[in-house]
T-cell receptor, first 117, second 116 residues
Framework: AQKITQTQPGMFVQEKEAVTLDCTYDTSDPSYGLFWYKQPSSGEMIFLIY??????QNATEGRYSLNFQKARKSANLVISASQLGDSAMYFC??????????????FGQGTILTVHP | NAGVTQTPKFRVLKTGQSMTLLCAQDMNHEYMYWYRQDPGMGLRLIHY???????AKGEVPDGYNVSRLKKQNFLLGLESAAPSQTSVYFC???????????????FGNGTRLTVT
């Protein structure tokens, strides 16, 4: 079975600073994808960034980057130059490629990020 | 392009009442999912469907039923609501990937259900 662990229930960061949100995962499947979603107070789920298990380079999307350490089974999200609008809940999730997985996402518990002005 | 639409957005039920949540997607996605979100537990999969006429159980299926009579719609039913089913419910959809797993799930905006 797959498992995602986010050990930081809450994080605080000063505006314009960088912040790292931790995510560790566990799977025996060699082919998988890791995703980060943002959930602002309005409640919708916003896809941020994706990393495949065979990707050689860390994924980046604007101010978001994914620090992928395969041997450690970690996929930390780095947000550079934090903005007040980054205050939200962040979820790490995993999807395996196995034939019976049917694309199901397994989620971590989430981390609430608060950006201070 | 509406994406994934959930109705209703909010609902209050009394214990024992029944209701159906509707999810509609206009992206021609094969796969559809129902998740529930509870504080400190992330999102947990209730049921899912890999195509019209098919459904399967997820991690927390008890107390829920689903149907996918049309490809674009996925219904979640509560036959006899219980306070433990107070939660936020999300529907999501994606393409079938047959070995490709980099396609993100597209989520609806959620339904906040309170059972008293």
């Amino acid at each position: 079975a797959q498992k995602i662990t986010q050990t930081q229930p809450g994080m605080f960061v000063q505006e314009k600073e960088a912040v790292t949100l931790d995510c560790t995962y566990d799977t025996s499947d060699p082919s998988y994808g890791l995703f980060w979603y943002k959930q602002p107070s309005s409640g919708e789920m916003i896809f941020l960034i994706y990393q495949g298990s065979y990707d050689q380079q860390n994924a980046t999307e604007g101010r978001y980057s994914l620090n992928f350490q395969k041997a450690r089974k970690s996929a930390n999200l780095v947000i550079s130059a934090s903005q007040l609008g980054d205050s939200a809940m962040y979820f790490c999730a995993m999807r395996i490629a196995g034939g019976t997985s049917y694309g199901k996402l397994t989620f971590g518990q989430g981390t609430i990020l608060t950006v201070h002005p | 392009n509406a994406g994934v639409t959930q109705t209703p957005k909010f609902r209050v039920l009394k214990t024992g009442q029944s209701m159906t949540l509707l999810c509609a997607q206009d992206m021609n996605h094969e796969y559809m999912y129902w998740y529930r979100q509870d504080p400190g537990m992330g999102l947990r999969l209730i049921h899912y469907s890999v195509g019209e006429g098919t459904t399967a159980k997820g991690e927390v299926p008890d107390g829920y039923n689903v149907s996918r009579l049309k490809k674009q719609n996925f219904l979640l039913g509560l036959e006899s609501a219980a306070p433990s089913q107070t939660s936020v419910y999300f529907c999501a959809s994606s393409y079938s990937f047959r070995g490709s797993y980099n396609s993100p799930l597209h989520f609806g905006n959620g339904t906040r259900l309170t059972v008293t």
